[in-house]
């Protein structure tokens, strides 16, 4: 073997080490998605050992919807989660009566701090990632951990599946800083020992040329990781949260649309509304035909 094919070895070698060093839990919050959890958790499956991750999942119906009204259409989603993912599922926690999103979230907290999780990445059920994506997220914050936390970016599909505008939410934590976190909040807010919220910390988006995953929620036709069509998402929201909800239904033409009220009351511009030359159809999504 000569001395350039060594070092090639060599630092393939170092490489699959740096990969492990570090244990990775991630937190994935799947209800009623039946249908779409095959194809969502292939990507991590395939990477589960080579990142050595650990495979949180939750999944219940939150209290809101049930006092609205809406049925559990969870059975399945849990039978499927018990007898088809067990070998790759390393705690799974599906309590019998409904629980908030934060207490989901927070009982994942727990497990992680027991099991010695160094850093965490919450994933819900309505976002769909490449390897590539995984991976590439996963290298930038091992360069960039000086970073307490990080936020990511989403091309966001609304209405159709056609068209997405963009969307950010708070995703991966190192969980030491601050003196560790304390406990989540409002989604995905948390809170540090040392009283700091994570809005106060050291934070960084993630630029879209590392990863822009597909979120699914509000796509007409994807009735899953919910339990009805997306007017129970507004519902949701809409009570939930103390600003409301950034889309409504439009009773007339019986479709999704900005809510302008909202993106005036929290002085927001109108979306822009992006597409894809092939489209969400040709992606995988089987649910959008």
């Not at 309590?95 to 160094?118: A, I, M, W, Y």
């Not at 309505?126 to 000086?146: P, S, W």
Request: charge should be positive; proline fraction near 3%; aromatic fraction near 14%.
């Amino acid at each position: 073997m000569g001395t350039e094919d060594q070092a090639n070895q060599k630092g393939m070698a170092r490489q699959k080490k740096e990969k492990k060093s570090l244990k990775i839990g991630v937190q994935f919050l799947a209800y009623n998605c039946k249908k779409s959890f095959p194809e969502f958790i292939e990507p991590w499956k395939k990477l589960k050992d080579e990142y050595n991750l650990y495979f949180y999942v939750g999944s219940c119906q939150f209290p809101i919807y049930a006092n609205l009204g809406y049925e559990d259409n969870n059975a399945s989603t849990v039978e499927m989660l018990k007898n088809e993912y067990s070998n790759i599922i390393d705690y799974l926690y599906t309590p019998s009566k409904p629980k908030k999103e934060e207490d989901l979230r927070n009982k994942c907290l727990e497990v992680f701090k027991g099991k010695g999780v160094d850093l965490m990445w919450v994933v819900d059920s309505d976002e769909f990632f490449t390897e590539k994506e995984i991976c590439n997220v996963l290298d930038y914050v091992r360069q960039n951990n000086h970073i307490d936390w990080y936020s990511l970016q989403y091309k966001n599909y609304v209405g159709d599946g056609e068209g997405w505008v963009d969307f950010e939410a708070p995703r991966l934590w190192w969980m030491n800083r601050n003196k560790g976190i304390r406990s989540f909040h409002r989604d995905c807010w948390v809170i540090y020992n040392n009283e700091k919220e994570c809005r106060q910390a050291n934070w960084k988006t993630i630029p879209k040329k590392i990863a822009v995953p597909r979120h699914m929620t509000w796509v007409a036709s994807f009735d899953e990781s919910r339990p009805s069509d997306v007017r129970a998402k507004i519902r949701y929201q809409n009570i939930n949260y103390s600003d409301g909800c950034g889309f409504k239904w439009d009773e007339k033409k019986g479709e999704l649309s900005f809510n302008e009220e909202w993106l005036k009351t929290n002085n927001k511009k109108m979306p822009k509304i992006h597409s894809d030359e092939i489209g969400i159809k040709n992606k995988g999504i089987k649910l959008c035909e």
